[in-house]
């Protein structure tokens, strides 16, 4: 008998459909030599930090005793339930495939996880926590989950070794992710006494939106002149914008720089037209397709890829969690019969076998998502299924159409003396082709009927204009950043199907991403219900609990930044290619924590931004002689809620006040010269601080 075990019930069912007439068991189907059972996703998981010393009095409670932690051999446990206990069904449904997996008559087990690292190791570790002998290992690797791809998967299965480096990513980015996730957060949530969720890949998510929004809030806009013309030539407009700009003291000068063009002659020196076939878009990897979906339904990253699984796992779209946007050469007769079927619904469609298609150097585990064979019966679909289905379809057809789409280019220059030459450009679509299926905002931009030869009657004026702030992340502009955050903002990102796009695919293939195209939607809606960042329809903004995360680990000096991040990605892609090892990648990690735990070096009261730990004691209150405990946003007295209100300021002006020099004030009723305060007016200065009248103020009459 061959056990196959799926990584959730829905495969499972697929699967079983793909092979027919098995029989419904308690956990399981069995029928025509084969046994199907299944996991609920994560069964197991990572121990957490108490399971690897001794817990006192039976009370488990965040210490820095315990940290850091770094397991000679990582443990995992039975998942638990939302209630922190362990859950009954996962409990059972583990009996189930522990007694499956130790059956007499199963000779050969079947790895059915999700065609990625992730679902390579959520069954890897059912096997081996359930095996008690060895038995043979197979994989079945299903980019969808139709019964044709399930009955072809299955006599094309490969044993479990080969897709090892698979599963030694998949571990090695799971220790990581713990090791950082449960040192960093508890040594950040000990040091500002709230809850800091500190992850290898949420805080430079976080930090980014951050760092935008900053740069909005902090913006200040500058005014200058611009040139303009826009006066009528055979009764149309011609707009001509020069390229010059001038301060906004600068008025007179550019007045002046007006009259001498408007002195010159303007005359059309160059008039070209073309046809032109444009390319349909490229085909949808995951984070492409949530764009779209961001920008044209508003819809969140985490509902468009529940809606996108949900599909996938219908039959109806391939495997979602993808970062290609390519096929694979062998998928090309599977391709063509989607064809056929497209056809039978009245796309104008037919077959291209092209490198801008089907590429397998562009195609790291999987290729770029399609619909399937199996169409949908769309009174069936929810409105916002049918908007991800039809969007992904309408793909499909467009780089498939068999009418090419051809637009009549226009470039018109127009020179205004020997000052400036002015470049006109339009396009008109003659033949709409795939844009019948797909509009990929190729709209048509019409120029004045200009020939070579035409005096253009100009009037340059100056125009006031004002610098503009950078512009919010999106959910396009977020995910485009964290596919390469080392990629200038402005570079086009080309999504025409012939477009070079070898520097994008080396740069992915290599690692520098931040987090993946399986795991970016999840931690970034972690981010939204951690209440760090808020979307608003596609904008992402920074919330306060998010402002206090990023400037509590610099103040921490804890630094997760996308330098960082984007190494260790490395770092995880070297270990599937086979070039570093789990335990290599661990030390990197363990070696990276230490040091936020090493004795810090002696620093002067001046520099010294040390700010302790949530709850200290710092000394005596000078208003009631109560104690001075370090909270949330100050040092301030424990009988605050006897009416007590003396404080003095955790960070003021920009700079973190230390416990070293918060003591030193209650001591002597003086600081020492802090260094690096930083005024409204972004001004840094030095301060002596005093306690006057019951209040820490600065003292600038003490040199």
Known sequence: MILIIAEKPSLGRNIAAGIGNMAKRDGYLEGNGYIISWAFGHLFSLADIEAYGPQKEGIVRWSMDNIPCFPKEFKFVIRNGADKKPDAGVIKQFKTLEYLCNREDVDTIVNAGDADR????????????????????????????TPETVAAA?????DESEYNNLAEEG???????????????????????????VGRVIVPIVSAIYERDMAIRNFVPEKYYGMVSNEETNGEKVELVSKQKFAHNMQNKALEECAKYNACEATVTNVKN??????????YSLSKLQNVL?????????????????LYEEGYLTYP????????TAEKDKIKKVLANCQK?????????????????????????????KIPDKTKLSEAEMRVYSTVMRRFVAVFCRED??????????SVGDLEEFVLKGMTIVQKGWLKYDDAGKKDKILPSLKKGDKVNICFKPVEKETSPPKHYTIETLNNYLKNPFREEKANIDDNMDADDAEEYKAMFEGVELGTEATRTGIIDNARKSGYIKLTKDVYTILPDGEYLVESLQRMKINMDKFKTSEMGRSLKKVYRGEMSVGDVVEIAKNDISSYFAVAPTTTLEEDTDIGFFGDDIGACPLCGGTVKRFKYSYGCSEYKNGCKFSIPLVLCKRAISVSNAKLLLETGKSTKIKGFVSKKNIPFDAILIIQNGKCVFDFNNP
């Open 345 to 373: 619904l009245g796309y104008d469609v037919i077959f291209k076998d092209k490198k801008t298609i089907f590429d397998d150097s562009k195609i790291e585990s999987h290729s770029a998502i399609t619909p399937t064979y």
């Open 274 to 283: 073309k046809k032109d076939t444009l390319s349909a878009g490229k085909l």
């Open 321 to 328: 969690r993808t970062n290609s946007e390519y096929l694979a």
């Open 405 to 414: 789409c051809i637009a009549q280019r226009s470039e018109i220059t127009i």
């Open 171 to 197: 571990f090695a980015r799971t220790y990581t992710d713990w090791l950082y996730g449960v040192n960093l957060t508890r040594f950040a949530t000990l040091k500002s006494g709230v809850l800091l969720r």
């Open 154 to 158: 299955l006599a094309d299965m490969k």
């Open 118 to 145: 992730e679902g390579e190791i959520i069954i890897r570790l059912c096997v081996t926590n359930a095996l008690k002998t060895p038995k043979k290992l197979l994989r079945l690797w299903l980019p969808d989950q």
């Open 294 to 310: 961001g920008k044209k339904f508003k819809m969140s990253m985490a509902d468009s890829l529940a809606i996108i699984q949900k």
